[in-house]
Each structure stands twice: as structure tokens, then as C-alpha cells.
């Protein structure tokens, strides 16, 4: 039976929910983590205490992308678990912050995690070197930031997120019917292609939105994202203009809107 061990990276924040999740595989003897967390010492402590009692070591850690609520925990998990290998995409202007050497994972590898096969998906779009974990015998999806319960992902164009590569991997995930996601943040999801199918519906919606706001003359950022967000919380406004942001400029890439002096129009 495949049942990885959801451990909470402990970083409970309005961007990351309760906080991440990071999922153990623990073989007879050897284990892997998918994502490292921030380095919380209570993480770092129910890691130790569950491979304690697995009576396993820790020799892989796979990172789904280079975001520091993912990444960051690397260099303390090193310290506590030196034979320990951490593995990614590289993103190379992200990675060098992190600490540890990292072992570059390509496209359609095959890896095993504690004994189980998992092959490596690209997923870009959240991040440039986003990635997703396929466990074929149970049709397991680590997902990553690509998909969450309960919320949508912020998409950084800032920081090489692109929108359409997102929706790209969302229908890739569709294709490949997985039986139940385990996403980075919020509960595992046992019904993935409503989800996938509503994270598509959402993006769309809010790229109308978008559409819609340009056409009633508004121009920038901060107004179309006060037209299309009401009530949000102050700290999560930011989030709000980045995702309108990632719109825009899917829509410059498309030819459907334009862009100048920060002001942009159909």
C-alpha cells in the first residue's frame, strides 16, 4: 500500500495556509522526502522521530521547485542528515541560496524514493523549474505548488512564472488521470480531475475578468485588481497583483491587450 507520511513544514503564513507539506517515502531501509520546508525545528524533529521508527535513513530529498517555502529547509535537513542527496530542476539564478549541492533531475527520469518508482514531470508555469512526482503503481501525483485545495496559486512573472505554461500543466496533469494529487499546501485530493477541471475554469474566469476590466477602461494593475478582488485581505493584495500581472501579459502574448508607460488597453 502506497500512504506517504504528510509531515507540516510548521510555517503556517497567509501565503502558504497551515503551512507546507512535505511527504515522506520510507522503505526497509532507506526513505525520501518530496520538498524540504523552511528548516522549523518541530519539522526537522517529527522527520528524525518518523524515520526513527521506520528505521530508515534519509538519502533523498526532491525538491518540486525553488521557492524558499520548498527549498529553504535544505541546508538544515544536510546538517542533521549528511548522506542525504537533494535533487531538483535547476533554476540557477534560485539555487545557490539554499545551501546544498543540488542533483539536477530531467524530464521523464525515473527515481526511487524509498523504494518506489517515482518519475519526474515537468510542470512549469508557478516557477520555471516547477516540477511534479509520478508514482505510476497507484496513479499518485505529488503536485507541488501546481495545484492546492481550497485556493489558487500565485503565479510570480516577476520571478519567471508564465501563465499559459501553467494551464499547459494543468491540462498535462488532466491527461494523465491520476487517481489523487498530493499538493504542497491544503488536504490531499482525492477527486483530481474536478479539481484540475475547476483550477482550468477559474483561470479562465478571472482572465475574462480581466478582459472585462480592460474594456471598462481600467488600466492599471492596482485598478483592474481592486475591480476583480473585493474584500481582500490587505496581505494578500500583492498576491492579487501578481496574478493580475500574469494575466496581462499572457494576453500581451496573445495580441489581446498592450502595454505603455505601466498602463494597459485593448
Do not use: C
Not at 526513527?52 to 521557492?67: C, F, I, Q, S
Not at 530531467?106 to 524514493?113: E, I, P, Q, W
Not at 475574462?208 to 477602461?217: M, Y
Request: hydrophobic share 40%; proline share 7%.
Amino acid at each position: 500500500m502506497f500512504e506517504p507520511l504528510l509531515l507540516s513544514a510548521r510555517n503556517p503564513s497567509p501565503m502558504t495556509g497551515e503551512g507546507n507539506n512535505t511527504y515522506l517515502l520510507a522503505g526497509d531501509e532507506a526513505a525520501a522526502l518530496v520538498d524540504a520546508g523552511v528548516g522549523q525545528p518541530d519539522h526537522l524533529r517529527e522527520l528524525a522521530a518518523a524515520l526513527a521508527e521506520r528505521r530508515a535513513r534519509l538519502d533523498l530529498v526532491l525538491v518540486t521547485h525553488g521557492h524558499r517555502d520548498h527549498a529553504s529547509g535544505a541546508s538544515a535537513i544536510a546538517a542533521a542528515h549528511p548522506s542525504a542527496a537533494f535533487a531538483k530542476r535547476p533554476w540557477p539564478s534560485e539555487d545557490g541560496q539554499y545551501g546544498v549541492e543540488w542533483r539536477a533531475i530531467g524530464d521523464g527520469a525515473v527515481l526511487s524514493a524509498g523504494g518506489e518508482p517515482l518519475t519526474v514531470v515537468p510542470t512549469p508555469g508557478h516557477s520555471p523549474d516547477h516540477l511534479a512526482f509520478w508514482h505510476a503503481p497507484t496513479r499518485t501525483l505529488f503536485t507541488g505548488d501546481l495545484v492546492v485545495q481550497g485556493s489558487s496559486v500565485m503565479i510570480h512573472t516577476s520571478r519567471g512564472g508564465d501563465l499559459s505554461e501553467y494551464l499547459a500543466s494543468l491540462q498535462r496533469l488532466q491527461a494523465m488521470a491520476p487517481s489523487r494529487l498530493l499538493p504542497a499546501h491544503g488536504p490531499i485530493i482525492d477527486e483530481p480531475q474536478k479539481v484540475l477541471s475547476a483550477y482550468i475554469a477559474h483561470r479562465l474566469m478571472r482572465e475574462q475578468q480581466v478582459v472585462d476590466a480592460l474594456h471598462a477602461g481600467r488600466s492599471t494593475v492596482q485598478a483592474i485588481a481592486e475591480s476583480i478582488y473585493h474584500g481582500l485581505a490587505p496581505a494578500l493584495v500583492p498576491a492579487a497583483e501578481e496574478n493580475v500581472r500574469a494575466h496581462l501579459e499572457k494576453l500581451r502574448r496573445e495580441g489581446r491587450a498592450l502595454e505603455s508607460g505601466g498602463r494597459w488597453h485593448v
